[in-house]
Structures are given as structure tokens and as C-alpha cells.
Nanobody, 121 residues
Framework: QVQLAESGGGLVQPGGSLRLSCRGV???????????TSWYRQAPGKERELVAR???????NYADSVKGRFTISRDNSKKTVFLQMNNLKPEDTAVYYC????????????WGQGTQVTVGS
């Protein structure tokens, strides 16, 4: 079971920025590099949705709603994936979850505990 530790949520005004972090617990760098890393979010009353993904080859993709505002990045040496969120909007309010899934082994995956992001005045 993959164990993840998230941090970085909080309350921010519209137009503000936050950076989320998600670290693979007790994971060595070579192992981390075999995982696809993603960020999802779930707003009240809505389904969990993919926000951004960074693959093992370094390619990234984003939900249309966050393109140009959010950036996902990986630091392999720190076994950490980041989500830099700029120009935040009230509709970005949600619980954000990181998710690691192994590129070659099904069911070798895990979710972070979730961190609340609230955008409002």
C-alpha cells in the first residue's frame, strides 16, 4: 500500500495562490520514479475529478478548468509532487487529494489524506 503525506491547503482570497505538496512516505527515489502522480479534487455534492497528472516520462495534462492557472511538478529526489495553484477562483474550493499509481503494476496505488482548499473572502 502506497502511503502519501499531503500538505499545503488553506484559505485564500480569489486571485491568490497556494502550493500543495504530496510526498511518498518511506519511498526511495527509484521507486517514486515508477509512479504516475496526480491531483484530484472533490467539491461538496460533486464527484471527485482529475485536476492534473504528471507521468513517469514527465508529460503533464490538466483539466480544462485549471489550464494556465495550475502547474503540476515532481521532485524525484524528494519523492514529492507539487500542485502550484495561481489565480484561484471560488469554484476551485474543494478537498484536494494526491494519487500515486504504479506505471506497470495494477493495484499498486494509494491516495493522500486530502487537504482542504477554500477560496473566498
Amino acid at each position: 500500500q502506497v502511503q502519501l503525506a499531503e500538505s499545503g491547503g488553506g484559505l485564500v482570497q480569489p486571485g491568490g495562490s497556494l502550493r500543495l505538496s504530496c510526498r511518498g512516505v518511506r519511498m526511495i527515489t527509484s521507486t517514486f520514479m515508477q509512479y504516475v502522480t496526480s491531483w484530484y479534487r472533490q467539491a461538496p455534492g460533486k464527484e471527485r475529478e482529475l485536476v492534473a497528472r504528471a507521468t513517469t516520462s514527465g508529460s503533464t495534462n490538466y483539466a480544462d478548468s485549471v489550464k494556465g492557472r495550475f502547474t503540476i511538478s515532481r521532485d524525484n529526489s524528494k519523492k514529492t509532487v507539487f500542485l502550484q495553484m495561481n489565480n484561484l477562483k471560488p469554484e476551485d474550493t474543494a478537498v484536494y487529494y494526491c494519487y500515486f499509481n504504479h506505471a506497470f503494476e495494477q493495484a499498486n496505488d494509494g491516495w493522500g489524506q486530502g487537504t482542504q482548499v477554500t477560496v473566498g473572502s
